[in-house]
């Protein structure tokens, strides 16, 4: 379609999916990878092609006029049909790929990731880069659709509209515990109650171990908390230096020294979880997708 002689490419349609998503210029820069002024360029050029200023300012960002919610799921169907397509055979040479990976996924997550992705790439894939994301919350659906994530790790039980996924190992939890606090060996429910405790907080990762954090102040009761982190190795050298319980997945506690404090099973029931790897379907048979999903498959199927 074309309006006044303008006709609109597959770029200056991402660009309005993008403000359309983010309801910011500066966001959609960010999320494509543009400096700003070229965004603003393409909405400009957006705006004259529609005769119609198709975003306007509000104390929220960004809101789309009329015009554009008529237009946006055409934009949508559009770029639907140009990635799943129209882009011929797609390729990915691991050995010659400069392609940059967005992981993402908690602190312990990439710890437990990157380092032996790293490993493996620079054997295999010597150019590819990987940059370790943050978890956006309930933002993380949203950031794999659009290409902002690659593949997140962790487990995710909200993650449903057009996410694929698969496992990858298990996890249980444990109590990092002083020394002082066990009684031959074991840490009883008494003393676990009566501890002061550092609290890993899961309601901005929109991560399973939220559930087991409601499940721990439902025991313990907020008074018998002395530090909330969201950080799990922050909180685990916390519990080295403090005369506090960690409670927290075995794969974090493995990384406290032994000397400061010991690990020992939780005197309370608490669910385990999978850890599994997430992508969007958008990015299904997608070549650079698959081969980063086949080596983290691959590489913890190394480490048992």
């Given amino acids: 379609m074309t309006v006044k002689g303008l006709s609109l490419s597959f770029l200056h349609l991402t660009v309005f999916e993008a403000i359309m998503r983010l309801k910011s210029v500066t966001q959609a820069g960010e999320a494509l990878d543009m400096p700003q002024p070229t965004i603003s ?6 705006r004259r092609h529609f005769d119609n200023p198709l975003f306007v300012r509000t104390r929220h960002g960004l809101e789309p006029t009329s015009v554009a919610l008529s237009a946006a799921s055409g934009v949508s169907a559009t ?15 691991p050995a010659e790929s400069r392609r940059n990976f967005l992981i993402a996924a908690s602190d312990v997550g990439h710890l437990l990731t990157m380092p032996r992705l790293e490993q493996w790439a620079a054997r295999t894939a010597p150019k590819v880069r990987f940059t370790a994301v943050s978890l956006g919350g309930n933002r993380l659906v949203a950031q794999l659709e659009a290409g902002e994530v690659d593949i997140a790790i962790g487990s995710f039980p909200t993650l449903f509209t057009g996410i694929r996924e698969q496992a990858l190992f298990t996890e249980s939890y444990v109590c990092v515990v002083p020394h ?3 009684a031959d060996g074991e840490l009883t429910l008494d003393a676990y109650k009566r501890a002061q405790h550092i609290l890993v907080d899961g309601r901005r990762l929109g991560h399973i171990h939220e559930v087991v954090e409601k499940t721990i102040l439902g025991i313990i009761g907020e008074s018998q908390v002395r530090v909330v982190s969201e950080n799990f190795l922050l909180s685990a ?11 927290v997945p075995s794969r974090v506690a493995s990384i406290v020294n032994a000397d400061a ?11 385990g979880f999978t850890v599994k790897q997430y992508w969007h379907e958008r990015y299904d048979r ?3 997708n698959i081969w980063l999903r086949s080596t983290i498959a691959r590489l913890r199927q190394i480490e048992g």
């Fill in 261 to 271: 404090a010991r690990t020992v099973k939780p005197p309370v029931q608490l669910p």
């Fill in 41 to 46: 360029r393409h909405l400009q050029h957006l």
């Fill in 180 to 182: 002082a606090l066990i």
């Fill in 237 to 247: 050298h916390i519990a080295e230096r403090a005369d506090l319980i960690l409670t």
């Fill in 79 to 93: 770029l639907e049909i140009y990635r799943t397509r129209l882009v011929a055979n797609p390729t990915f040479d």
């Fill in 286 to 288: 997608e070549p650079g």
